[in-house]
């Protein structure tokens, strides 16, 4: 879980110190991109109603790597399509990110749930601190910011395959009450 908050992070701040970088209006870009996050909050709302937590997680990272690799495929000519295509990427990559802080917090049990937060906290910061290079690294290349946030969401976004569903299932008290990690399809008995 740190590590996906750790790398979601990097993408969401990301994105949002990359307006600049994009083709047009600077202060329309900026507007858009606060829209969107409005946007993406409600809807993250409403889709954790419907929907479990781990396939709004894992469905906003890939939706939101995919659109961002796709950006660099579309030509520049085409400007209002690739402000477009970073917004769903903003859209996906807010949702994920907020929906991941209510996860966190159903993962870790009662015993240490303060710690286990904090520990995603520190690694959501260490991620923010690090983010306005992938900003600087658009003011000289614009397509690579998309390429390595891009690669980084899909990555984490089928990492979070891997991640127990907690929605309708009592909060953890102890460290024994943990749910494991999903490891595929099949169920491996190791006789042990």
């Known amino acids: 879980m740190n590590a996906g908050r750790f790398f979601v992070t990097i993408s969401y701040f990301g994105l949002s110190l990359n ?18 996050e409005l946007g993406a909050y409600v809807g993250a ?11 709004v997680i894992t469905s906003t990272l890939l939706l939101s790597g995919t659109v961002l ?16 295509l970073v917004m769903g990427g903003k859209f996906g990559i807010t949702a994920a990110f907020s929906v991941m ?13 303060g710690m286990g937060l904090g520990a995603c906290s520190m690694a959501s910061k260490i991620g923010s601190t690090i ?36 929605q309708g299932i009592a909060l953890p008290e102890d460290v024994s009450q ?7 399809w099949v169920v491996w008995d190791w006789g042990l």
């Open 131 to 166: 983010s306005p290079y992938f900003a600087y690294m658009g003011a000289h290349n614009k397509a690579l910011p998309y390429i390595m946030m891009g690669l980084l969401t899909l990555m984490v976004g089928l990492l979070s395959l891997l991640l127990p569903e907690t």
């Open 101 to 113: 802080y209510i996860t966190a917090m159903e993962l870790f049990p009662t015993v240490v749930r």
């Open 69 to 84: 690799l796709l950006i660099q495929i579309v030509p520049q000519e085409l400007s209002s399509f690739n402000i477009t």
């Open 45 to 55: 709302w409403l889709l954790i109603k419907v929907a479990s937590r781990r396939a």
């Open 19 to 36: 307006t600049p970088n994009m083709n047009g209006d600077p202060y329309l870009n900026c507007l858009l991109s606060a829209l969107m």
């Open 178 to 184: 943990v749910q494991t990690l999903n490891w595929g």
